[in-house]
């Protein structure tokens, strides 16, 4: 049982460059998260999927895109990467709204 | 939107020291988790406390919902190297989490 899991683990990329984050979670969890933390400002999220074949944003949105591939995946992606983009993300699962998240290990992304 | 104020920011004690973290907010929370993050990590569930008034130990962790739902704390007592990491408390909503900043917590051996 891995839990959730995230790849990369580390990503250096170009102003402009595109990429793609990936999650995937092994606890049949309904709903998904993906989240930024960036230094004093605690997580935010950026998109959710309360569950499959639903997508919704969270505070911070723009800039990112995603994809409710199956039950099991949840996929970021950045079409046109911006410095201001750089940070820790997170991917997070859990069976239903109010139930407890369980987290990745994180993706971090720097951005020149 | 509704916002977690946590304080303090950081905090850096002895180890064997109490402390105590706090978690307010405007808004009343249908219940409210705390999330304890180790570097390099994601969060961790440490509980979720759901009745106001409601008081759960952890151990040497004591969480308090405050009456209204608007506010909580984390009671720490005889801190260990190993309580080291950041702090989190999160609003529950229907769909999301609401994330406080946090309080980084360094206890020196």
């Known amino acids: 049982n891995a839990g959730v899991t995230q790849t990369p683990k580390f990503q250096v990329l170009k102003t402009g460059q595109s990429m793609t984050l990936q999650c995937a979670q092994d606890?049949?969890?309904?709903?998904m998260y993906w989240y930024r933390q960036d230094p004093g400002m605690g997580l935010r999220l950026i998109y959710y999927s309360a569950s499959e074949g639903t997508t919704d944003k969270g505070e911070v949105p723009n800039g990112y895109n995603v994809s409710r591939l199956n039950k099991r995946e949840f996929s970021l992606r950045l079409e046109s990467a911006a410095p201001s983009q750089t940070s820790v993300y997170f991917c997070a699962s859990s069976r239903g709204g109010a139930e407890t998240q369980y987290f990745g290990p994180g993706t971090r992304l720097l951005v020149l | 939107t509704q916002l977690l104020e946590q304080s303090p920011q950081f905090l850096s004690i002895q180890e064997g020291e109490n402390l105590t973290v706090y978690c307010n907010s405007s808004?009343?929370?249908?219940?409210l988790q705390w999330y304890r993050q180790e570097p390099g990590e994601g969060p961790v569930l440490l509980v979720t406390v759901v009745t106001g008034g409601e008081v759960k130990k952890l151990k040497r962790l004591t969480f308090q919902f405050g009456d209204a739902r608007k506010d909580s704390s984390l009671h720490i007592t005889a801190a260990q190297p190993g309580d080291t990491g950041l702090y989190l408390c999160a609003g529950v909503g229907s769909y999301q989490l609401t994330f406080g900043k946090g309080t980084k917590l360094s206890v020196i051996p």
């Open positions: 808004s009343v929370f249908s219940s």
């Open positions: 606890m049949n969890h309904n709903s």
